[in-house]
Protein backbone atom coordinates (compact mmCIF):
# COMPACT_ATOMS: atom_id res chain seq x y z
CA UNK A 1 0.00 0.00 0.00
CA UNK A 2 1.80 3.46 -1.10
CA UNK A 3 0.32 6.13 0.45
CA UNK A 4 -0.13 9.96 -0.67
CA UNK A 5 -0.52 13.55 0.82
CA UNK A 6 -2.27 14.94 -2.05
CA UNK A 7 -3.83 19.37 -1.96
CA UNK A 8 -7.11 20.01 -3.47
CA UNK A 9 -8.33 23.87 -3.29
CA UNK A 10 -6.38 24.05 -0.63
CA UNK A 11 -7.28 21.17 1.71
CA UNK A 12 -4.79 18.15 2.38
CA UNK A 13 -5.72 14.64 2.38
CA UNK A 14 -3.84 11.47 3.58
CA UNK A 15 -4.61 8.85 0.62
CA UNK A 16 -3.81 5.21 0.80
CA UNK A 17 -3.89 3.61 -2.63
CA UNK A 18 -3.68 -0.28 -2.67
CA UNK A 19 -1.85 -0.41 -6.11
CA UNK A 20 -1.11 2.74 -8.51
CA UNK A 21 -1.24 0.31 -11.21
CA UNK A 22 -4.33 -1.45 -10.74
CA UNK A 23 -7.46 0.15 -12.75
CA UNK A 24 -9.52 0.93 -11.15
CA UNK A 25 -6.98 2.28 -8.52
CA UNK A 26 -8.46 1.84 -4.68
CA UNK A 27 -7.83 5.01 -2.61
CA UNK A 28 -8.82 5.31 0.50
CA UNK A 29 -9.80 8.75 2.02
CA UNK A 30 -10.69 9.27 6.21
CA UNK A 31 -11.31 5.91 6.07
CA UNK A 32 -13.79 5.96 2.83
CA UNK A 33 -12.45 3.34 0.41
CA UNK A 34 -13.32 4.71 -3.35
CA UNK A 35 -12.52 3.05 -6.89
CA UNK A 36 -11.01 5.76 -9.08
CA UNK A 37 -10.31 6.09 -12.76
CA UNK A 38 -6.77 8.05 -13.46
CA UNK A 39 -6.52 10.33 -16.66
CA UNK A 40 -3.89 12.72 -17.92
CA UNK A 41 -5.23 16.09 -17.27
CA UNK A 42 -5.67 17.88 -20.95
CA UNK A 43 -2.48 19.96 -21.39
CA UNK A 44 -3.67 23.29 -22.50
CA UNK A 45 -1.78 24.95 -25.52
CA UNK A 46 0.49 27.74 -24.67
CA UNK A 47 2.18 30.10 -26.32
CA UNK A 48 5.18 30.38 -24.00
CA UNK A 49 7.79 28.32 -22.79
CA UNK A 50 6.98 28.38 -19.43
CA UNK A 51 5.73 24.75 -17.90
CA UNK A 52 2.13 24.96 -16.43
CA UNK A 53 0.96 23.15 -13.63
CA UNK A 54 -1.17 20.42 -13.74
CA UNK A 55 -4.37 21.23 -12.92
CA UNK A 56 -6.05 20.12 -9.24
CA UNK A 57 -9.17 17.33 -10.07
CA UNK A 58 -12.71 18.96 -9.48
CA UNK A 59 -13.60 17.75 -5.86
CA UNK A 60 -16.38 15.25 -5.71
CA UNK A 61 -18.83 14.09 -2.93
CA UNK A 62 -16.40 11.63 -2.54
CA UNK A 63 -13.60 13.65 -1.58
CA UNK A 64 -14.89 15.80 0.65
CA UNK A 65 -13.27 17.63 3.44
CA UNK A 66 -12.65 15.53 6.65
CA UNK A 67 -13.07 16.87 10.02
CA UNK A 68 -9.92 18.98 10.97
CA UNK A 69 -10.18 17.39 14.50
CA UNK A 70 -8.53 13.76 14.47
CA UNK A 71 -10.77 12.93 17.03
CA UNK A 72 -13.87 13.57 15.32
CA UNK A 73 -14.80 10.81 12.13
CA UNK A 74 -17.13 12.98 10.13
CA UNK A 75 -19.65 11.35 6.82
CA UNK A 76 -17.83 11.80 3.66
CA UNK A 77 -21.15 11.57 1.77
CA UNK A 78 -24.91 11.65 2.58
CA UNK A 79 -26.82 8.43 3.33
CA UNK A 80 -27.96 5.70 5.34
CA UNK A 81 -26.51 3.81 7.89
CA UNK A 82 -26.86 0.61 7.10
CA UNK A 83 -24.68 -1.07 10.26
CA UNK A 84 -22.58 0.37 12.68
CA UNK A 85 -19.55 -2.39 13.41
CA UNK A 86 -18.42 -0.91 16.86
CA UNK A 87 -19.28 0.36 20.41
CA UNK A 88 -17.91 2.83 22.74
CA UNK A 89 -15.04 1.63 24.66
CA UNK A 90 -14.05 -0.82 21.85
CA UNK A 91 -10.21 -0.12 20.62
CA UNK A 92 -9.73 0.12 17.04
CA UNK A 93 -7.32 -0.62 14.68
CA UNK A 94 -6.06 1.61 11.77
CA UNK A 95 -8.34 0.60 8.62
CA UNK A 96 -11.14 -1.35 10.66
CA UNK A 97 -14.32 -1.45 9.99
CA UNK A 98 -16.56 1.34 12.01
CA UNK A 99 -19.65 1.20 10.20
CA UNK A 100 -21.15 1.06 6.92
CA UNK A 101 -23.24 3.76 4.95
CA UNK A 102 -25.27 3.13 2.07
CA UNK A 103 -25.41 6.25 -0.54
CA UNK A 104 -27.02 5.99 -4.11
CA UNK A 105 -27.42 1.97 -3.72
CA UNK A 106 -24.08 1.39 -3.30
CA UNK A 107 -22.53 0.19 0.49
CA UNK A 108 -19.43 2.33 1.54
CA UNK A 109 -17.76 0.46 4.62
CA UNK A 110 -16.31 3.53 6.43
CA UNK A 111 -12.77 2.87 8.04
CA UNK A 112 -10.97 3.79 11.18
CA UNK A 113 -8.49 6.48 10.20
CA UNK A 114 -6.32 5.65 13.11
CA UNK A 115 -5.78 3.10 15.92
CA UNK A 116 -7.47 4.22 19.02
CA UNK A 117 -10.60 4.10 21.49
CA UNK A 118 -14.34 5.00 20.28
CA UNK A 119 -15.71 7.60 22.89
CA UNK A 120 -18.83 7.67 21.44
CA UNK A 121 -20.87 6.30 18.28
CA UNK A 122 -22.98 9.39 17.03
CA UNK A 123 -25.40 6.95 14.86
CA UNK A 124 -27.58 3.89 14.57
CA UNK A 125 -28.78 1.52 12.25
CA UNK A 126 -31.26 2.73 10.15
CA UNK A 127 -30.32 6.21 11.03
CA UNK A 128 -29.41 8.94 8.37
CA UNK A 129 -26.18 11.15 7.93
CA UNK A 130 -26.20 14.38 5.91
CA UNK A 131 -22.34 14.99 4.47
CA UNK A 132 -20.50 16.70 7.40
CA UNK A 133 -22.11 14.76 10.32
CA UNK A 134 -20.39 13.56 13.00
CA UNK A 135 -20.37 9.69 13.20
CA UNK A 136 -17.89 8.74 15.71
CA UNK A 137 -15.54 10.13 18.38
CA UNK A 138 -12.49 8.74 19.45
CA UNK A 139 -10.82 9.22 22.91
CA UNK A 140 -8.43 12.21 23.26
CA UNK A 141 -4.46 10.67 22.89
Known amino acids: MSQYRVTVDGQHYEVDVDDPRARPVKAT??????????????????????????????????SSSPSTDPDKLTAPIPGAVASVSVKSGQTVKRGEELLTLEAMKMLNVIRSPRIGV???VHVTD???????????????K
Not at 45 to 56: D, F, K, L, R, V
Not at 126 to 140: E, N, P
Open 126 to 140: GGQVSQGDLLITFAG
Open 118 to 120: IEA
Open 29 to 62: IAGVTYSVELRSAPQPHHESSEETPAAAPTPSPA
